[in-house]
């Protein structure tokens, strides 16, 4: 049987065969030519990319919003590769920021490099989500996200929500702080630090009755428990060290 040569796209994909060497280079060449073109013709994003210190076509710049202090750059989102793999947050200093990272970017990690008619496609997302000014509540949609391969937004939204708000992936992160500092921490207050803060769900404290008054709530009742304690203003810094856990 004859020896083939096969060619691939940047995403290893196989894309042609070759009965030389020479046939496959001459393939490659010409597909590199016709994706440079068609890389040009797309249309560039309403929002200036160039005042951001990332960069779509470097995508080793993908873990600078990593190293940034959430305190001066509120806008953020947990990226989950799963299962047990890569986790790490990225901040920025807008929601504008953040929306155009998340789309344009992160899906780098897995794309390698984009075809010019998935990038066309997330710019023209971008532009719509941006025309009419960003809300909460438009990043926040982007909890639970895929954006490639198996990787997922597991948060989304501002350092206030990550702090005190009712989104799952929010709680989530709460629920695995205390149980860290319960663990690990010196605060003999931890575990009572969540006593009797509020939520979306409203004020609670360690009375928390079932709907008819019947019993305390537990594990195992239908009837929801208490919220995930937010983080007051003595436990910030201890959860900042824990957030900086996440990406070592």
């Known amino acids: 049987m004859k020896k083939m040569f ?16 020479k046939d496959a280079e001459r393939i490659a060449a010409k597909a590199a030519r016709e994706r440079a073109a068609k890389r040009a013709s797309v249309k560039p994003p309403k929002l200036k990319l160039k005042k951001f210190k990332w960069s779509i076509d470097d995508v080793s710049s993908v873990t600078l919003p990593q190293r940034r202090d959430p305190q001066t750059h509120p806008w953020g989102f947990l990226l989950q590769d799963p ?10 200093a807008t929601a504008e920021e ?36 960003v809300e909460r509540s438009t990043v926040a949609a982007f909890e639970g996200r895929c954006i490639g391969g198996d990787g997922s937004l597991e948060w989304a939204g501002h350092l206030d929500d990550l702090l005190q ?40 404290d360690d009375d928390y009755f079932a709907e008819d008054g019947s019993d305390l709530i ?19 810094s201890e959860f900042m060290d824990f957030l900086d856990e996440l990406d070592t």
């Open 98 to 133: 953040l929306l155009a990272f998340a789309l344009l970017l992160a899906p780098l990690i897995y794309l390698r490099e984009w075809e010019a008619d998935e990038l066309q496609e997330a710019i023209w997302e971008l532009d719509r989500l941006v025309e009419g000014g």
């Open 83 to 92: 299962p047990g793999g890569v986790r790490a947050l990225y901040w920025f």
């Open 218 to 236: 537990d594990d195992d009742s239908d009837v929801p428990g208490p919220p995930v304690a937010g983080i007051g203003d003595d436990q910030v």
């Open 6 to 21: 096969g060619v691939v796209n940047t995403r290893g994909e196989l894309i042609a065969t070759a009965k030389t060497k």
């Open 165 to 204: 708000g009712g989104s799952e992936g929010a709680k989530d992160l709460r629920a695995e702080f205390w149980e860290y500092a319960e663990e690990f921490g010196e605060d003999d207050d931890a575990e009572a630090s969540q006593e009797g803060v509020s939520d979306d769900s409203g004020e609670f």
